[in-house]
């Protein structure tokens, strides 16, 4: 067996050492060269332009890139090119010192079969293979262009050229010229001949502009020489005066992009170096592909406007060729490190065969490892599960308890506004020493109410207590459903009279006796018609139907209404402790629902949700008692909780007497936006005496403060459409509105919500439970401010213009009236309606604005702004009385003469005398 095994082993060996060879054999690979005929390196251009081509080069392991620098000389570029012909490079690239004398050396590599591109500067002819290069005469027209944009007055150009002879200088100043020739208010006042730099430029400059002085711009046929016209004009303190339009829009130092962002050139036109584009060309021709004989490369005006964007992505660009030098070079280390490494490897072969034949004495220990391994594999896999399920059961649990604390935060909030309404109709009592009008019993009334309601929330969280401790024992009675579920229909009834909501009960057998536990269904039922009442608006439909299923032993009982419904996604949810669907902005305690499914299923029953149309709950019980235990069911009629078959309305309010509302257009108006009914009948009550009450229960209260344009707003943030919060922001940023000072009333004490209310506008903040006389107090004190704010305005109007900032809308909305009355002062049709439709509002919004701001007609207004300006000129100009009414508006001399002597006492002739 040991000797077979041997065998194997050595096979094995062998096969390795064979595929180890066969690896670490050399594929050869076919190597290229790739000449390069640069002009010179005296430029930042050429380097960057060399520097491009390396980096693209390194991607390429077969290219071998060799870049010979002609110094800017013909005759050294000639050599150089002869001296890579003579190599017989695999391709040649020439970027040529001029056109003419180069084109014969060109000629003679591309007739012996050597590919030849030609970049950024053209020779003669055709006889190359492709071009790489920016379109110079498109520079010039781009150049000529950019001036032509920036002006339509006359303007002299001077022009200075690159060296003589190089094609970019020739193409750039044609494309210049024709264009500008057909620009009638540019022209081209002097030429001047350089060799692409700074110093062959400036004497010749210099001397223009002294013979010159009516220069406007310079174009430079690149940046270095536009640097060198810079630096000449700023000798002559001119650089402020003339500007200059470079070529190239190098990034760095003393680079195009530099020169615009220091405003040393207006502009310059991006001459892109095209070195990688070669390098990729270049391939692409040694590869076989067919390439187009003239590749153009894109260029664009650099300015002011994005200098600094394109110099941002310079900076990134270099960046990222930074790191791929860097990268590279870690690359060649790699591959020398490789290179030993394998060498060593081979010396390591001989090695590891001795180390394979000594393995076959570990292969029992590795199967003892393997074994143990497995074991430890499943002891962790055991482990993880188990961690796992803790950190799952650790999130349930953070999560209930999140839920919990919502829970009782939610549960607070109900409880504040019953302790409002508690402490404060107790104070109003204990202010009211003399009984009148039955105005004791109506306090006494609401505090009854509300203390039930108090009552009812608390015993509903002792409920969910006991419901999760499972301390409920059902006590079900022998109950006429019928008559049980009347009962509670009444309570009902008036709530829905109130709100004319179309509230019914129906069966189909009224004498149908079920077993209940009337206290626990008391509280299905009061939870689901609470529910009901809560989502359902005004004048809606809400039902009760008990339908006896007399072929089976079951009743079912739909509560349906026509309310807001149910999201379908929520649908599933909506029993479980603490749930508040997505649609719901009511505060509540989110246990209601999940208190009513354990009371219904503590009878063996079900309880289902539809919502089609607003929301139906269906409760399907038995009709007999067999499915309760013995001790569940009790044979004499239990006495019922005191919540229970009770009116959690027994107060009813149409029993007050109306306060007398004010309407006298001289009162101030309240705007009080609530959704509490009993809150809301309480303000009214008490605000009517001393002011004129309007009310809103959120769904319309934009409209309705947009509508009465009122003197103060009272609102709440828990509302049902939009919260307090962002009615407050939208009323205080709207123009009609802005003025009115807005009181923030609710159950919310915390410091997030006090600093929202501050950062939307209100201008006071309140928490329940409050005290009226507080809140009172509070109304006057705004009203007073409003009306001190209002003499400010009345005696500064004219001094309030666009130039003030004073932070305030109404000043701004002030500043713009008068800034709009004035330029209309002359036109004698210019009206209200033009004045609001200016302002864009409606002339009674326009009226209540300058009422509640000024205290003035918005016609009067007019008129003495119209008055005061005639007033002025009569001082101040020499114009004739007729004419100063005509120039301030108004229709006849004979009308203005009478205004003016109304308003100040005199004739406009004896004022004037």
């Known amino acids: 067996m040991k000797a077979n095994w041997f065998h194997l082993l050595f096979k094995f060996i062998l096969v390795s050492i064979l595929l180890f060879s066969l690896s670490c054999s050399n594929t050869e690979t076919q190597k290229y060269t790739i000449g390069f005929s640069q002009t ?42 002869e001296a890579l012909i003579a190599e017989n490079v695999d391709i040649l690239i020439v970027s040529p ?12 590599a591309f007739k012996k079969g050597i590919p030849v591109l030609i970049v950024d500067r053209k020779i003669n002819g055709e006889n190359y293979t492709a071009y790489l290069g920016a379109d110079n005469y498109q520079i010039g027209t781009n150049a000529a262009n950019y001036l032509a ?42 030429t001047i001949q350089g060799n692409w730099e700074s110093y062959s430029i400036k004497d010749s400059l210099s001397k223009i502009l002294d013979s010159i002085k009516n220069v406007d711009y310079i174009f430079a046929h690149n940046d270095r020489m536009a640097l060198g016209a810079w630096e000449v004009l700023k000798e002559k303190r001119l650089e402020k005066t003339i500007k200059i339009i470079g070529v190239d829009g190098l990034n760095g130092p003393n680079g195009g992009v530099e020169l615009v962002q220091d405003e040393v050139l207006m502009a310059t036109l991006l001459y892109p170096t095209g070195g990688d584009e070669a390098i990729k060309l270049a391939i692409e021709i040694l590869n076989g592909k067919a390439v187009a004989k003239k590749n153009i490369l894109g260029t664009t005006v650099i300015d002011s406007r994005n200098a ?25 280390l790699q591959e020398k490190t490789y290179s030993t490494q394998s060498n060593i490897l081979k010396v390591l072969l001989g090695l590891l065969i001795t180390s394979l034949l000594l393995a076959a004495y570990s292969i029992y220990s590795a199967k003892s490892i393997r074994k143990k391994k497995r074991e430890l594999e499943l002891q962790n896999k055991k482990i993880t599960i188990q961690r796992n399920q803790i950190k799952k059961i650790a999130e349930e649990v953070k999560i209930s308890n999140e839920a919990r604390v919502n829970f009782f935060t939610g549960l ?46 608390i015993n509903q969280l002792l409920d969910f207590r006991k419901v999760e401790d499972r301390k409920f024992v059902l006590r079900a009675s022998k109950t006429n459903l019928y008559q049980f579920s009347n009962v509670i229909f009444k309570d009902f009834k008036r709530e829905a009279q109130k709100r004319n909501i179309n509230f019914t009960i129906n069966t189909n057998n009224e004498d149908l006796e079920v077993y209940v536990d009337r206290n626990l269904m008391d509280k299905v039922y009061f939870n689901l018609l609470s529910n009901a009442f809560k989502f359902t608006p005004n004048n809606g439909t809400i039902s009760i139907d008990i339908k006896d299923v007399f072929d089976s032993n079951f009743v079912k009982i739909h509560f349906k209404d026509s309310g807001i419904g149910i999201p379908k996604k929520e649908m599933d949810k909506v029993f479980r402790a603490f749930f508040q669907g997505s649609n719901n902005n009511n505060a509540s305690s989110g246990i209601g629902l999940h208190l009513s499914k354990e009371f219904v299923e503590m009878h063996k029953g079900t309880i289902e ?32 909780d005191s919540s229970l078959l009770s009116s959690h309305l027994d107060y009813e309010d149409d029993i007050i007497s109306e306060p007398l509302v004010l309407n006298d257009e001289d009162n101030y108006s309240i705007l009080i936006i609530e959704d509490n009914l009993d809150l809301v009948n309480f303000l009214k009550g008490k605000l009517s005496l001393e002011y004129s009450v309007q009310v809103s229960d959120g769904t319309d209260a934009i409209e ?83 009306e001190k704010l209002r003499y400010y305005f009345v005696n500064n109007v004219h001094n309030i213009d666009a130039s003030s900032n004073f932070g305030s809308m109404e000043q701004e909305f002030v500043s713009t009236l008068n800034k709009i009355i004035n330029k209309n002062v002359d036109n004698s049709k210019f ?63 004979n009308y203005f003469s009478t205004s003016f002597k109304n308003k100040f006492n005199k004739s406009p002739k004896a004022f004037r005398e």
């Not at 600094?308 to 870690?330: A, C, G, M, P, V």
């Not at 103060?712 to 009609?736: A, M």
């Open 40 to 81: 010179g390196i005296n430029d930042e251009w050429r380097k960057s332009m060399n520097q491009a081509m390396k980096i693209q080069a390194a991607f390429y392991p077969e290219i071998e890139l060799k870049i010979l620098e002609g110094q800017d000389d013909i005759t050294d570029q000639i050599k150089d090119i």
């Open 609 to 640: 949700v539809i919502s089609k149309h607003g929301a139906e709950f269906i409760i399907t019980l038995y009709k007999d008692n067999v499915h309760l235990d013995p001790d569940e069911i009790i044979n004499e009629i239990d006495i019922v």
């Open 97 to 108: 010192v001029q056109a003419a004398p180069i084109t014969p050396i060109v000629e003679k």
């Open 412 to 457: 607070s909030h109900e409880f504040k506004t019953p302790i409002t309404l508690i402490l404060s109709s107790t104070e109003a009592l204990t202010e009211n020493k003399v009984i009148r009008d039955n105005k004791l019993l109506n306090e006494v009334g609401l505090i009854y109410n509300n203390s039930k309601r108090l009552l009812r929330l």
């Open 704 to 786: 309705k403060a947009l509508e009465l344009i009122p003197d103060i707003i009272i609102c709440d943030i828990s509302l049902p459409e939009k919260s307090g919060f962002d009615i407050c922001e939208i009323l205080k940023k709207d123009l009609r509105t802005s003025h009115i000072p807005t009181i923030i009333l609710t159950a919310l004490n915390n410091k997030e919500s006090y600093i929202k209310g501050l950062e939307v506008g209100a201008d006071l903040y309140l928490t329940k439970p409050f005290s009226f006389a507080i809140l009172a107090q509070s109304i006057k004190t705004l009203i007073y401010n409003r």
């Open 831 to 893: 009206s209200v309606e033009n004045l609001a439709s200016d302002l864009n509002i409606s002339r009674i919004q326009l009226y209540r604005k300058m009422k509640a701001i000024m205290g003035v007609n918005i016609s009067d207004y007019i008129q003495n702004t119209r008055l005061e300006k005639a007033k002025e000129m009569l001082l101040n100009t020499p114009l004739t009385i007729s004419e100063i009414a005509y120039a301030t508006g108004f229709s006849s001399p």
């Open 308 to 332: 600094s964007i394109l110099k941002n992505q310079f900076d990134k660009i270099t960046k990222q060729q930074n790191d791929i030098e860097s990268q590279q070079d870690r690359i060649k």
């Open 149 to 190: 944009s920036l002006t339509t007055e006359p303007k002299n150009i001077i022009e200075i050229k690159g060296l003589l002879g190089s094609s970019p200088a020739s193409e750039r100043s044609s494309g210049f010229n024709n264009i500008i020739n057909d620009i009638p208010n540019l022209s081209v006042v002097k």
